[in-house]
């Protein structure tokens, strides 16, 4: 009873809408409300919060990448980790499932795409996919109905929406689903609102450039080194397209409230739609 408890209690916290960033006199601050990671629950934690109605997962996938000069290869988990973290208390029934940060990347012989880069980490597709319908199966079997995929790098879009639409039609009538949630990534609005600010093509750029580096500074600031911002990185085959020496914390802030915004509805309609 007490586990049971506990579960209704942080699905109530979730659904106040109690802001995470609250002023020192606020009832409540980030620290006060109850988990949301898989990964920061006990097992009768997280069984207690499926019998309370936390039926929804959030599976976050992030690349593990060069992101030029300026930027740690963790980048997309600490930003996908803030963004799952909003998006399953926004949802109010949701908890979030350890990040998977082996995406494919490249070829390993010759090394291709972002696997020229040291440090870049990358799986082939199909094992890729493997983790993550391993990953689903998982979650439908301790009882969670509704499984979200969520990626915020580019090359485990298509192996995330593929598993989905595999498991979907193996499912079909059986009282669970997955969900591949592309909004987050490519149709969050957040290269338009740039745009709208002054900024251009070339300035934003095409990877580790001003969106991604507004974001992290904006999530975890310490993981951008200042010293190292320079318009295309600084030198010939940086890593970087764009001109990160415009970002600001606050552009960050927007990318991620809309991001959070674009998944939260499609994750809605999605489900309603079940």
Known sequence: MRAVAFAAFALAACVSGEPEDAPGGADQTAADLPPVFIEEMTWTE??????????????????????????VTGKHR????????????ELGNALVAPTVTYVP???????????????????PNEYFMKLVEYAARSFRAHGFTDVVFIGDSGGNQRGMEAVATMLNEEWQGEGARVHFVGDYYSANGFRDW??????????????????????????????????QLAPGGGFEESGVSGDPTRASAEYGRVGMEMRVAAAVRQIRTLVGER
């Open 46 to 71: 997280v069984r207690a919060a499926i019998d309370a109605g936390a039926t929804t997962v959030v599976l976050p996938t992030a690349g593990t990448e060069q992101n030029g000069p300026h930027m």
């Open 78 to 89: 600490y930003i996908v980790e803030e963004a799952s973290k909003r998006i399953a208390r």
């Open 105 to 123: 990347e490249g070829d390993v012989d010759p090394p291709s795409g972002h696997m020229r880069y040291a440090g870049t980490v990358t799986l």
């Open 194 to 227: 740039l745009m709208e600010q002054g900024e251009t093509e070339e300035t934003i750029g095409r990877h580790a450039g001003i969106s991604d580096t507004s974001i992290l500074l904006y999530v975890e600031a310490r993981h951008v080194r200042q010293d």
